[in-house]
């Protein structure tokens, strides 16, 4: 056999997986060199919610002190992340620009990945290409939001989630934790998932015991993810310990919970779900004031401490769920459904609208697939259920689901994988062990 014909296999693949992150970086470059100009579908401020100044204030020796004792439902990662390569490049966009465009190049190679270890390498090349082109993961990359670097460390870690399934060992575990940590420090939503992942990785290891015929795991094995929440903890801890000394309240990440929730009852009303209204501006501009309503009779200022505004709010919440539990259920449900397409605008929120749409009714070919093949889906949807779910119990917007966009491409490429091997009658592939 001619050597050549052993050595295309192996180089065409290693050329399909560069052909990716690749793919990523062209999209995005464009996106920052020319879309984002052109465009005026969404807003184009560059640091809508001070992030770029929180990192500057950090540069100046200053701390966050101007931004609240908890930062105002803000979290620090993102502004730490600014603060490093201001310190590097300056205080200039353009660098950062270029950081995110590596990012989302990652994570389009994650989410590749992700596709070839649970599925296929043929479902894997196209989630990452899906991905490369996706108008809601590429928005963000031009500005400052939060939003590609939480979409980055998020699927990394989904990604070291998967490696962790199928080979769990404390050396798996430690940087799976750490990214964990690193993800719930650029947004406080991330934080109860792990406990999540601990569950189902324990019910599936066990069950995947019973398939193979073999006992029942030791409750010992659990110490194999323990090692990654322990992890992830010590990640967290200089920052918890930082709200302790500012606050004297324990405090892991962030407040904001009850400000959340008390947005949402508003956010969810049938003119804003519709978008007769604009939820971003007339939502907005009506909690905050009935917010400063709030605190002024409770004798003081709406965010003039936000650890006192967030005691302030916690009972009100507190007070309006207890009161009327059926609208809190019905607000909830109805965020279910506006994590996918509230956005800012009516066409924005359509278009969103209709991506999900399309995306659910591939994942939902793919689902029925990997059921019966018996592949272990539940790593990319355990994500996004749990998002929207927790989400929707707190304020489900368009704009939060952009974290969880590479899990629902992943599904939905297996479910266009599946039509594709039905159209060229594929012979079925064998059971996942």
């Given at each position: 056999?001619?050597?050549?014909?052993?050595?295309e296999p192996s180089?065409?693949?290693?050329?399909?997986?560069?052909?990716?992150?690749?793919?990523?970086l062209v999209t995005s470059l464009l996106c920052v060199a020319l879309l984002w100009r052109a465009q005026g579908l969404v807003d184009s401020r560059p640091d809508p919610y001070q992030f770029s100044a929180m990192a500057e204030s950090l540069l100046r020796g200053e701390g966050f002190s101007k931004f609240g004792n908890l930062l105002m439902r803000r979290t620090p990662g993102y502004p730490f992340f600014l603060a490093g390569l201001y310190t590097v490049f300056g205080v200039r966009l353009l660098p950062v620009q270029l950081v995110q465009c590596l990012l989302f190049a990652g994570t389009c190679w994650f989410a590749?990945?992700?596709?070839?270890r649970i599925f296929n390498p043929r479902a894997g090349?196209?989630?990452?290409?899906?991905?490369?082109?996706?108008?809601?993961?590429?928005?963000?990359?031009?500005?400052?939001?939060?939003?590609?670097l939480l979409t980055f460390l998020f699927t990394l870690s989904i990604w070291l989630s998967a490696r962790f399934f199928d080979k769990p060992s404390w050396q798996r575990g430690i940087p799976l934790g750490i990214v964990w940590g690193m993800a719930s420090l650029t947004k406080a939503v991330v934080l109860l998932y792990p406990a999540v992942f601990a569950v189902l990785w324990w019910l599936n290891t066990r069950r995947r015991a019973a398939r193979a015929g073999q006992p029942a795991p030791p409750l010992t094995e659990a110490l194999r993810v323990g090692v990654a929440l322990a992890a992830m903890a010590l990640t967290i801890a200089p920052w918890t310990i930082r709200n302790f000394v500012v606050t004297n309240h324990f405090v892991p990440i962030t407040s904001g919970a009850s400000d959340a929730v008390l947005r949402s009852y508003v956010f969810s009303r049938t003119e804003f779900i519709t978008l007769r209204k604009p939820p971003y501006t007339d939502a907005e501009n009506e909690v905050n004031a009935d917010f400063q309503r709030i605190c002024e009779a409770q004798g003081t200022t709406w965010q003039k401490d936000d650890y006192e505004t967030d005691k302030i709010l916690n009972k009100v919440a507190k007070e309006r769920v207890l009161s009327d539990?059926?609208?809190?259920?019905?607000?909830?449900?109805?965020?279910?459904?506006?994590?996918?397409y509230q956005m800012t605008s009516l066409p924005n929120s359509l278009f969103a609208g209709a991506m999900a749409l399309i995306g659910w009714s591939f994942a939902a070919v793919g689902l029925s697939r990997a059921f019966r093949e018996r592949r272990p889906a539940w790593l990319v949807l355990a994500p996004i259920v749990y998002l929207n779910l927790f989400l929707a119990a707190l304020l489900s917007l368009g704009r939060y689901s952009v974290p969880v966009w590479p899990c629902l491409v992943v599904l939905a490429a297996f479910g266009l994988d599946t039509l594709i091997a039905r159209f060229r009658s594929e012979p079925a592939a064998a059971p996942a062990s």
């Amino acid at each position: 056999m001619p050597a050549s014909s052993v050595v295309e296999p192996s180089a065409r693949s290693a050329l399909t997986r560069f052909a990716v992150p690749l793919a990523g970086l062209v999209t995005s470059l464009l996106c920052v060199a020319l879309l984002w100009r052109a465009q005026g579908l969404v807003d184009s401020r560059p640091d809508p919610y001070q992030f770029s100044a929180m990192a500057e204030s950090l540069l100046r020796g200053e701390g966050f002190s101007k931004f609240g004792n908890l930062l105002m439902r803000r979290t620090p990662g993102y502004p730490f992340f600014l603060a490093g390569l201001y310190t590097v490049f300056g205080v200039r966009l353009l660098p950062v620009q270029l950081v995110q465009c590596l990012l989302f190049a990652g994570t389009c190679w994650f989410a590749q990945d992700l596709g070839r270890r649970i599925f296929n390498p043929r479902a894997g090349l196209l989630a990452g290409l899906l991905c490369a082109v996706h108008p809601s993961l590429l928005r963000y990359v031009p500005d400052l939001h939060l939003e590609t670097l939480l979409t980055f460390l998020f699927t990394l870690s989904i990604w070291l989630s998967a490696r962790f399934f199928d080979k769990p060992s404390w050396q798996r575990g430690i940087p799976l934790g750490i990214v964990w940590g690193m993800a719930s420090l650029t947004k406080a939503v991330v934080l109860l998932y792990p406990a999540v992942f601990a569950v189902l990785w324990w019910l599936n290891t066990r069950r995947r015991a019973a398939r193979a015929g073999q006992p029942a795991p030791p409750l010992t094995e659990a110490l194999r993810v323990g090692v990654a929440l322990a992890a992830m903890a010590l990640t967290i801890a200089p920052w918890t310990i930082r709200n302790f000394v500012v606050t004297n309240h324990f405090v892991p990440i962030t407040s904001g919970a009850s400000d959340a929730v008390l947005r949402s009852y508003v956010f969810s009303r049938t003119e804003f779900i519709t978008l007769r209204k604009p939820p971003y501006t007339d939502a907005e501009n009506e909690v905050n004031a009935d917010f400063q309503r709030i605190c002024e009779a409770q004798g003081t200022t709406w965010q003039k401490d936000d650890y006192e505004t967030d005691k302030i709010l916690n009972k009100v919440a507190k007070e309006r769920v207890l009161s009327d539990p059926a609208a809190y259920i019905k607000k909830s449900l109805t965020g279910v459904f506006t994590f996918w397409y509230q956005m800012t605008s009516l066409p924005n929120s359509l278009f969103a609208g209709a991506m999900a749409l399309i995306g659910w009714s591939f994942a939902a070919v793919g689902l029925s697939r990997a059921f019966r093949e018996r592949r272990p889906a539940w790593l990319v949807l355990a994500p996004i259920v749990y998002l929207n779910l927790f989400l929707a119990a707190l304020l489900s917007l368009g704009r939060y689901s952009v974290p969880v966009w590479p899990c629902l491409v992943v599904l939905a490429a297996f479910g266009l994988d599946t039509l594709i091997a039905r159209f060229r009658s594929e012979p079925a592939a064998a059971p996942a062990s």
